[in-house]
Each structure stands twice: as structure tokens, then as C-alpha cells.
């Protein structure tokens, strides 16, 4: 594990348009780097105001992570995170010129894609990490996430979903950017076709189709192209994992094992690390923190 490294950035700004899954509206993206210690920061364009991407600003978890602050929002920010998180980017500004960042294929790829673009770029401050000394656990009937302490970062995740094609998959994700991008950044969202009625009521999925979603009727995917990985499902799960604990100050060294959630319980076990203040330390600045 890369258990100390400094603080990184993208190289130069750049732009990208895409529609919003739940309000169906153009969004332009743009994203520039940032000073080292900034953090994510969201930059509302229409209505000139930021919003810090941490998990005191999550304000709604209905089918995406909503982030808020002074009255401004922006919604769908967790695959975006995750593709954030999984190159390791620490410092980054976010303009949308929306209150939702664009959906683009349902997945974090084009998000990676576009950071690479830029170039990423090394900073003078060290990187900091929480590392869980004593597991934080939330239950939750049948569903269940927790942290344990771990040498290194990893994610183990179980789906089961009353569905012939999403019963039982597990994946187990070992933190690297090589295997983020090949193994995860990829993973599409998916839906139900059952359920787009009752979003659309709701004034969600607007921006729904079957370029940005794999969609799901009783026995069978409705996309022609049909799957990127046989367990794609699950792997998505595991990104939007990885984009909700982004919302964490610091990246984390510890093992998240996560049966059935989603991102009202993937952001309640960031909330709790930082409330469980006992239960991790604060790592990176010299190589004894971190030994186990």
C-alpha cells in the first residue's frame, strides 16, 4: 500500500457536457486544480456558491448522494467521487453550471478519462489517511457495513437482490489505481424498469436511458450491448462505495465490508469514523504510523 505519498492534482482544466439522470437537464462540468489542503470543492456556476464535497454536507441519499450547503445543492456527485478517489486526486475544483453533475454512460469512466486528459500532478504537502484501529459498524435488518482495521484498503461487497441475474454476487476490491480503473471505473449504474414510473413521479430518472443505465425487467437486461463484466452489478455497487467514503477528510487504510447498502448506509459509516474519533488515528507523515 502506498502508505505515504504527497497530495496530488490535475494538471489543467478541463470540460465535459452531459445530461443529469434525475433532472434531464445539459450540464457542463469543468474541473481545475486546486492549492494543496483545499480539498473537493463543488462550485455551484448558476448560482456562485461552493459546497466542500465531506460528508457533514450529504443532505439526501434517494438514489444518489446530494451534497448541500447554504441553500445550494448538487445531486449524483458519488461516481464522480469515486473516479476522484480512485486516482488518488486530493485537490480539485468542480464547477457544474446545474444542480446535478452529468450521468455521461452510468459509470466513473468518463470521469477518469477525463482527469487523465489533464495529467495529473505531485504537490508539496503530505497526504493524510485515517486509519481504523477498532472496527465501526451499522446494521440495519438484512443489510449491513462496516470497517475494520486492515494493513491496507480494501472493500469486500454482497449483493442479493430478489432477481435471477443479481442473487449473490460478491466482489472483493483491493485498493490500487490500476485496479479501480480496470475493475470498477467501468461498472454502470443500473435500474428497474419496474421502478421508472414510480421515479418519473417523483420528478427522478428523468435523464434515464439506455446510453447511462443497464435496465432490468423481470428475467433480463434491455440493453443491447448487454454487460461490460458478468458481475457488473456488484462492481458498480463497490464505485459507489468508493465515491460515498470519498466524502470522508482523509482517504482511509482499513477493510469496509458492506452487505446490501447503499448510500444512506455507505455515508452513515463515514459520519460515524468521524464521530468514532477513538477509532482511528490520523496517519501519513512518517512511515511508523502506519505499521500494524
Given at each position: 500500500f502506498?502508505?505515504?505519498?504527497?497530495q496530488?492534482?490535475i494538471?489543467?482544466?478541463?470540460?465535459?457536457?452531459?445530461?443529469?439522470?434525475?433532472?434531464?437537464?445539459?450540464?457542463?462540468?469543468?474541473?481545475?486544480p486546486?492549492?494543496?489542503?483545499?480539498?473537493?470543492?463543488?462550485?455551484?456556476?448558476?448560482k456562485?456558491s461552493?459546497?466542500?464535497?465531506?460528508?457533514?454536507?450529504i443532505?439526501a441519499?434517494?438514489y444518489?448522494?446530494?451534497?448541500?450547503?447554504n441553500?445550494?445543492?448538487?445531486?449524483?456527485?458519488?461516481?464522480?467521487?469515486a473516479?476522484?478517489?480512485g486516482?488518488?486526486?486530493?485537490?480539485?475544483?468542480?464547477e457544474?453550471?446545474?444542480?446535478?453533475?452529468?450521468i455521461?454512460?452510468g459509470?466513473?469512466?468518463?470521469?477518469?478519462?477525463?482527469?487523465?486528459?489533464?495529467?495529473?500532478?505531485?504537490?508539496?504537502?503530505?497526504k493524510?489517511?485515517?486509519?481504523?484501529?477498532?472496527?465501526?459498524?451499522i446494521?440495519?435488518?438484512?443489510?449491513?457495513?462496516?470497517?475494520?482495521?486492515?494493513?491496507?484498503?480494501?472493500?469486500?461487497?454482497?449483493?442479493?437482490?430478489?432477481?435471477?441475474?443479481?442473487?449473490?454476487?460478491?466482489?472483493?476490491?483491493?485498493?490500487?489505481?490500476?485496479?479501480?480503473?480496470e475493475?470498477?471505473?467501468?461498472?454502470r449504474?443500473?435500474?428497474?424498469?419496474k421502478d421508472?414510473?414510480?421515479?418519473?413521479?417523483?420528478?427522478?430518472?428523468?435523464?434515464?436511458?439506455?446510453?447511462?443505465?443497464?435496465?432490468?425487467?423481470?428475467?433480463?437486461?434491455?440493453?443491447?450491448e448487454?454487460?461490460?463484466?458478468?458481475?457488473?452489478?456488484?462492481?458498480?455497487?463497490?464505485?459507489d462505495?468508493?465515491?460515498d467514503?470519498?466524502?470522508?477528510?482523509?482517504?482511509?487504510?482499513?477493510?469496509v465490508?458492506?452487505?446490501?447498502?447503499?448510500h444512506?448506509?455507505?455515508?452513515k459509516?463515514?459520519?460515524?469514523?468521524?464521530e468514532n474519533?477513538?477509532?482511528?488515528?490520523e496517519?501519513?507523515?512518517?512511515?511508523?504510523?502506519?505499521?500494524?
Amino acid at each position: 500500500f502506498d502508505n505515504m505519498r504527497f497530495q496530488r492534482t490535475i494538471k489543467e482544466t478541463v470540460v465535459c457536457t452531459g445530461i443529469g439522470l434525475h433532472t434531464g437537464r445539459c450540464v457542463s462540468l469543468r474541473l481545475s486544480p486546486a492549492p494543496s489542503d483545499t480539498g473537493i470543492i463543488f462550485i455551484r456556476g448558476d448560482k456562485d456558491s461552493e459546497i466542500k464535497a465531506t460528508v457533514e454536507n450529504i443532505v439526501a441519499t434517494d438514489y444518489s448522494s446530494t451534497l448541500g450547503f447554504n441553500g445550494s445543492s448538487i445531486r449524483t456527485v458519488e461516481h464522480l467521487m469515486a473516479a476522484i478517489a480512485g486516482l488518488n486526486i486530493d485537490n480539485l475544483y468542480v464547477e457544474v453550471d446545474s444542480q446535478e453533475v452529468p450521468i455521461m454512460d452510468g459509470s466513473a469512466y468518463p470521469f477518469v478519462d477525463l482527469i487523465m486528459k489533464s495529467g495529473i500532478v505531485q504537490q508539496d504537502r503530505i497526504k493524510q489517511y485515517i486509519k481504523i484501529i477498532k472496527t465501526i459498524e451499522i446494521i440495519e435488518m438484512d443489510r449491513y457495513i462496516r470497517i475494520e482495521p486492515s494493513p491496507f484498503t480494501a472493500i469486500t461487497y454482497v449483493m442479493d437482490f430478489d432477481h435471477p441475474l443479481l442473487n449473490k454476487q460478491k466482489f472483493i476490491y483491493h485498493y490500487s489505481i490500476e485496479n479501480f480503473v480496470e475493475d470498477i471505473a467501468p461498472a454502470r449504474t443500473f435500474g428497474f424498469l419496474k421502478d421508472v414510473t414510480n421515479l418519473k413521479e417523483k420528478g427522478l430518472g428523468r435523464g434515464g436511458s439506455l446510453e447511462n443505465v443497464i435496465i432490468l425487467d423481470d428475467n433480463d437486461i434491455l440493453n443491447k450491448e448487454g454487460l461490460r463484466y458478468s458481475d457488473e452489478f456488484v462492481r458498480h455497487k463497490v464505485l459507489d462505495l468508493i465515491g460515498d467514503m470519498a466524502l470522508l477528510p482523509m482517504s482511509f487504510i482499513g477493510h469496509v465490508k458492506a452487505c446490501r447498502s447503499g448510500h444512506r448506509l455507505n455515508t452513515k459509516l463515514a459520519g460515524s469514523i468521524l464521530e468514532n474519533r477513538d477509532k482511528w488515528v490520523e496517519a501519513g507523515q512518517i512511515e511508523e504510523d502506519i505499521t500494524v
